[in-house]
């Protein structure tokens, strides 16, 4: 059983957080240890001052670290192997993993700041480490140590009624919950679905999967991007377009128009490397199309010839590839191509290194597209140019446009297969 110790000028905040509820039946019971200790009785002078302005100069006040050490070694020896804890926004986010790791310490001692911070001695002499709620601005940490300790002790034996649901619950898994629903099966013309009003438990079981999937990639694609597919998964994922967005992306890597060094509309060449690599991309991504424009039939020919050339060597990986390349004489076509697969028009993103590109359409993340095809059925072509860059005025259907990639440094000149990747990735990568 882990015991905690709240070191705060205001145990009133944390007092009135951890007295009611589960937590608190559970501390009157003495399933659960939570005490604080207050910096302000370790003071000496006559005012019991626990802040100071701060060195250096500057808004606001400072912890003084006297009275605040005093309290952390008085908290830390109330019961052994004590951990010591500072609520901070320089912390590290607060996950599910960690928690149940700090459910597994004898003592947790949970450090909170007031006022601008303080006295960064505290923390190099007398803490372990450093934990934020996220990320924003408190007022001080008290409520962060207060949501530790609910995490911390819900794990705890216990505490909670049922044992079993302590650990099954969002964040544990990589999955949101499915909806949940209680009398009355109508509240107006809003009806509890079917499949729950009925008695078959693997029927249900399947539909909750399916919905945690759906809610999980349409609300939290970060955590979708984490989660390993099973194979019951991937059946449920068939046919739901927030499941299966990567198979209504394509990309087009345009030859025409661009612009050449000198700003000259041009059209530039078919490279074998490009179509290659834009090919593998694409597969590796399980993405709908691959299109290279180029109004050069002569090009568009040797397109062809360079797949023959992988269909000759016969090797599978590479015929999986190649299935979704096409070479289109221009963007219009590829886009036509799309509206005649799909039975909708396809959402047009540009893509360009300069910022000021593509005045016209909306500027948007790989993050926002994303979030933006959850919310369609739509299939998207993102459009990369070759050469300079895409003319931005010669392309009327190009509705959004792609922040251009970027390190710190103003150098930009990724070659068109890095950025392909790096999007396809920010876009579709899986984060496990
Ligand atoms: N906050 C930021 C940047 C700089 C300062 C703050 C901020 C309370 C003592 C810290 C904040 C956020 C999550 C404790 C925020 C947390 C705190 C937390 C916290 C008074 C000094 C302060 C993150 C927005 C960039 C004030 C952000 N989880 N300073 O809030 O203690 O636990």
């Known amino acids: 059983m882990t015991a905690f110790t709240v070191v705060t000028i205001l145990p ?37 001052s626990v802040d100071d302005t701060p060195y250096g100069g500057g808004p606001g006040m400072v912890m003084r670290p006297g009275p605040l050490l005093a309290a952390i070694e008085q908290a830390s020896a109330r019961v052994p192997g004590a951990h010591r804890i500072l609520l901070s926004p320089a912390g590290a986010p607060l996950t599910q993993a960690r928690v149940r790791e700090l459910a597994a310490l004898p003592h947790l001692v949970l450090v909170c700041g007031r006022y601008e911070g303080i006295d960064d001695r505290v923390v ?7 934990l934020s709620l996220g990320d924003f601005v408190l007022t001080g940490g008290e409520l962060g140590a207060a949501a ?7 794990l705890m034996p216990g505490v909670l009624g049922e044992p079993a649901s302590a650990d099954d619950e969002s964040f544990s898994g990589a999955l949101l919950e499915y909806p949940q629903y209680t009398r009355p099966a109508e509240l107006d013309a809003d009806k509890v679905p079917d499949v729950l009003l009925g008695g078959n438990h693997e029927a249900i079981r399947r539909w909750r999967r399916g919905e945690a999937l759906r809610r999980t990639a349409r609300r939290r694609p970060d955590l979708l991007a984490r989660h390993r597919f099973t194979a019951e998964d991937d059946k449920l994922a068939r046919g739901v377009p927030e499941l299966e967005v990567g198979a209504r992306v394509s990309i087009a890597l345009c030859h025409y128009p661009v612009t050449d060094r000198t700003g000259a509309i041009v059209t530039t060449a078919v490279t074998n490397l490009d179509l290659h690599d834009l090919a593998r991309s694409s597969a590796t991504y399980g993405l709908d199309a691959c299109y290279i424009v180029t109004p050069i039939e002569s090009q568009r020919e040797k397109c062809a010839a360079i797949a023959d050339a992988w269909r000759g060597e016969g090797k599978e990986y590479r015929l999986d590839a190649l299935a979704r390349v096409h070479a289109a004489a221009a963007i219009a076509d590829a886009i036509a191509d799309l509206k005649l697969r799909h039975g909708a028009d396809p959402l047009v993103i ?24 959850h919310g369609t059925t739509a ?34 000149h990724l070659s068109v297969r890095s950025a392909v990747a790096v999007i396809l990735d920010r876009l579709l990568g899986l984060r496990a």
Not at 350 to 373: I, M, N, Q
């Open 350 to 373: 540009a893509t360009t290194a300069a910022a000021d590109r593509f005045p016209g359409a909306v500027p948007c993340t790989p993050e926002k597209l994303l979030h933006e095809l």
């Open 12 to 48: 009133e905040i944390v007092e009135g957080a951890l007295g009611a509820g589960v937590i608190g039946r559970a501390r009157v019971a003495g399933t659960l240890d939570v005490a604080t200790v207050n910096p302000r009785d370790f003071t000496t002078d006559k005012h019991r």
């Open 379 to 412: 299939p998207a072509l993102i459009l990369f140019g070759t050469g300079w860059g895409l003319v931005d005025s010669m392309i009327p259907e190009v509705s959004r446009v792609l922040a251009p990639i970027s390190g710190r440094g103003s150098w930009n």
């Open 124 to 130: 190099t002499r007398a803490i372990d480490e450093e």
């Open 148 to 154: 530790i300790v609910d995490a911390v002790a819900r």
